[in-house]
């Protein structure tokens, strides 16, 4: 019951699809490609998303015991994995997955310590710093989502080569299996917003003012244009950090003649379908961005984060139709928008996009467990 293959660690069971992704792919990845059967992740089992190969949390539900459950699954693995997102920036705190496992290394445990899909960085500070790059000289593997990622471990000594992966949701078109996806009768514009300062402390709040701002306007001004219906996208359905009460908030400031709104979706496979069916997505949210992208559908990303601006660098993103932190001429946007909705075939599809397909399939291919 609690002996396991892989144990993954990541922001697991938080009602966020960019993060249902990696539970996604992770288990598909782990089944089919390691051929590995017991894995399970580091998440209470009900808010884990709804899975192609089914995917288990904590065994027993009794909140005060899933740090004991997290301790026990530890040490009854093989295998300890982070797999996707940012989730090696900092020191670890005696509680971190991480660092329980790396404890039971330094007694000599045969635990093996890896990441696949991950960002590393930024750092707040220099003991950031430091903490991250002796915990990459610990560990046994590492396949990181992003040419920056990579460049950093791979100038610190670490026992491996590191993998030059990609991001894990890269792999969805293929897990689905999804083509020709019928788009809906009505024109339609898929829109995510997230808060970002106003949930961080110390953050710029004047600045995602501003990029709301310039999402309303740009709302506005197609809504003008054309007749379209505006799908918003509920990427995060946290209700303190999540994206409904911004959306509410961009809803009635740019008032559209015809809308809806898709709340959060334990379904990944839905959310996906959704978001591939709308005419073209602009997108705050990174991996509304990377669903869009991979489903060759036309989107903008609003680059509020360094991730964002390393992923459209990565694919080979269209210069032209980069919209940065919301610093973009809304009638030029607009224009290219309205032309993506009348004929997809002007969309110019990022470069590397097959390249990064190839590349996100490494965090398993290039793995061997």
């Known amino acids: 019951m609690i002996k396991s293959d892989i144990i993954f660690t990541g922001f697991y069971g938080q009602l966020n699809t960019g993060d249902d992704a990696f539970v996604e792919v992770a288990s598909w990845g782990a089944n089919k490609i390691w051929e590995k059967e017991r894995c399970r992740f580091l998440a209470v089992q009900s808010k884990l998303p709804d899975t192609i190969v089914p995917s288990k949390g904590y065994p027993i539900r009794f909140p005060k015991t899933y740090d004991f459950q997290k301790n026990i699954l530890i040490n009854n693995t093989d295998y300890l994995i982070s797999a996707g997102g940012s989730t090696i920036h900092s020191q670890l705190n005696s509680n971190n997955p991480k660092q329980i496992a790396l404890n039971l290394k330094k007694k000599r445990s045969l635990i093996k310590i890896g990441a696949i899909g991950v960002s590393i960085g930024p ?17 046994d593997f590492i396949a990181v989502r992003d040419q920056r990622s990579f460049d950093f471990v791979s100038s610190v000594n670490t026992p491996y080569l590191p993998v030059n992966a990609f991001d894990l949701a890269a792999m969805l078109p293929e897990i689905y299996m999804s083509t020709n996806l019928q788009p809906f009768q009505k024109k339609t514009i898929g829109i995510s917003v997230c808060p970002y300062e106003s949930v961080h402390n110390g953050g710029d709040l004047k600045n995602e003012e501003r990029r ?3 999402i309303i306007a740009l709302i506005k001004d197609l809504d003008k244009k054309g007749d379209f219906h505006f799908k918003f996208f509920i990427i995060n359905g946290n209700s303190r950090v999540g994206d409904l009460k911004l959306t509410n908030q961009i809803i009635k400031a740019a008032n559209p003649k015809n809308f809806s709104v898709n709340k959060y979706n334990t379904n990944t496979r839905k959310v996906w379908e959704e978001i591939n069916k709308c005419n073209t997505v602009i997108s705050t949210r990174l991996h509304g961005a990377i669903f869009a992208c991979f489903g060759q559908t036309p989107f903008m990303l609003v680059e509020y984060h360094q991730k964002c601006a390393d992923f459209l660098e990565d694919v080979g993103y269209d210069e032209s ?17 309205l032309s993506w909705c009348a004929n997809a075939s002007s969309y110019n599809l990022p470069k590397l996009l097959n390249e990064k397909i190839i590349q996100s399939k490494l965090n398993f291919d290039s793995i061997k467990l």
Do not use: G, P
Request: no cysteine.
């Open 123 to 139: 750092f707040k500070t220099v003991a950031d710093e430091k903490a991250v790059q002796d915990y990459l000289k610990s560990i």
């Open 212 to 214: 709301n701002n310039q």
């Open 321 to 337: 139709a980069r919209i940065f932190d919301a610093e973009f001429d809304i009638q030029e946007k607009s224009d290219i928008i």
